[in-house]
């Protein structure tokens, strides 16, 4: 069965630089979330989308921006990157209904390194 | 906010014991219940869930309950294998409106490992 895909799977960058993290999700998935794992750490929701509008928004730098695009794939753009900002970030996706499966199913990651 | 308390790890267990990690929650409302596992270097994977008190998640061998009189949503195995190895959390949904979709908020987390 087809997963989320995440790209790119590694990034390296330096402090001050941007980045694109892409998420493409379960096919007929219309609900994108993005978490940020810290080493060591617990997953921390980050924002997400359902049908191409943000959903909810939690612990996301002003310097991050994301969005859902036409096709549901969905992209997270980080600016003047931070040493702090070096972590496993996460996509999922899932297709809530009414009182139906709400299971959100996870991408590989993304690690992101600055240096 | 919603809020979840895992028991402190790391966890080792010689292979076909027992175990048993604890899951505590907070919560307005009635949230759905998950735990997750993460094998080193791969994503979360979905172990279980429970979306309403009383409801028992099953799989591979795992259980957990959904206690709401405790807030409590323990995991448990009766013979772990050193393949179940890995980081589990547990998790908690919010449910608005009796639509159960939401963002996750995660326990810290809890390392197991198992030796032969």
């Known amino acids: 069965a087809a997963g989320v895909i995440q790209s790119p799977r590694h990034l390296i960058k330096e402090k001050r630089e941007t980045a694109t993290l892409k998420c493409y999700p379960i096919?007929?998935?219309?609900?994108v979330y993005w978490y940020q794992q810290g080493p060591g750490q617990d997953p921390q929701f980050l924002i997400s989308?359902?049908?191409?509008?943000?959903?909810d928004k939690g612990s996301i730098p002003d310097r991050f921006s994301a969005q859902q695009f036409s096709d549901y794939h969905s992209e997270l753009n980080m600016s003047s990157l931070e040493l702090g900002d070096s972590a496993l970030y996460f996509c999922?996706?899932?297709?809530?209904?009414?009182?139906?499966?709400?299971?959100?199913?996870f991408g590989p990651g993304t690690r992101l390194t600055v240096l | 906010g919603n809020s979840v308390t895992q028991m402190e790890g790391p966890v080792t267990l010689s292979e076909e014991a027992f175990l048993t990690i604890n899951c505590t929650y907070t919560?307005?409302?009635?949230?759905?219940l998950f735990w997750y596992v993460q094998y080193p270097g791969e994503g979360l994977q979905l172990l279980l869930k429970?979306?309403?008190?009383?409801d028992k998640g099953s799989n591979k061998g795992f259980e957990a309950t959904y206690r709401k009189e405790t807030t409590s949503f323990h995991l448990e195995k009766g013979s772990v294998q050193v393949s179940d190895s890995a980081v589990y959390f547990c998790?908690?949904?919010?449910?608005?409106?009796?639509?159960?979709?939401?963002?996750?908020?995660f326990g810290q987390g809890t390392i197991l490992t198992v030796h032969p």
């Open positions: 429970a979306t309403k008190a009383d």
């Open positions: 989308f359902y049908e191409k509008m943000q959903s």
């Open positions: 096919p007929r998935h219309d609900t």
């Open positions: 919560a307005t409302g009635y949230p759905s």
């Open positions: 998790a908690l949904s919010a449910n608005a409106g009796g639509t159960s979709y939401g963002k996750l908020t």
């Open positions: 999922a996706s899932s297709r809530p209904r009414d009182g139906r499966d709400d299971e959100q199913f």
